[in-house]
């Protein structure tokens, strides 16, 4: 099943967990979400690439600079290593 990011729109009333985004899976069938589950706040979905959309911490600059090292939001502002 398809993975999809999701990042909310305004950031300035999202919650912790849409704030920095985070991942979910979902059927192809299902509809994408418009609204954060927790909080409720508009929410946009990301293009799940590497280094696409996803700038706006030193983190990711960091990673986009080691090369090939992609880094997995685990939902609590944390980074693991994926590959
Ligand atoms: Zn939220």
């Known amino acids: 099943?398809?993975?999809y990011d999701y990042?909310?729109?305004?950031?300035?009333?999202?919650c912790?967990?849409?704030e920095k985004g985070f991942e979910t899976v979902q059927r192809l069938a299902e509809p994408?979400?418009?609204?954060?589950p927790r909080c409720g706040n508009p929410i946009t979905k990301c293009i799940v690439a590497p280094a696409i959309g996803r700038s706006k911490?030193?983190?990711d600059d960091r990673a986009k600079n080691a090369?090939?090292?992609k880094l997995k939001k685990i939902g609590?502002?944390?980074?693991e290593?994926?590959?």
Do not use: N, S
């Open 7 to 14: 990042i909310a729109t305004d950031v300035a009333h999202a």
């Open 76 to 79: 609590t502002g944390e980074y």
């Open 67 to 69: 090369g090939f090292t």
């Open 57 to 59: 911490t030193k983190l």
């Open 81 to 83: 290593k994926m590959y």
């Open 1 to 3: 099943m398809p993975v």
């Open 32 to 36: 994408r979400m418009t609204v954060c």
């Open 16 to 18: 912790l967990y849409c």
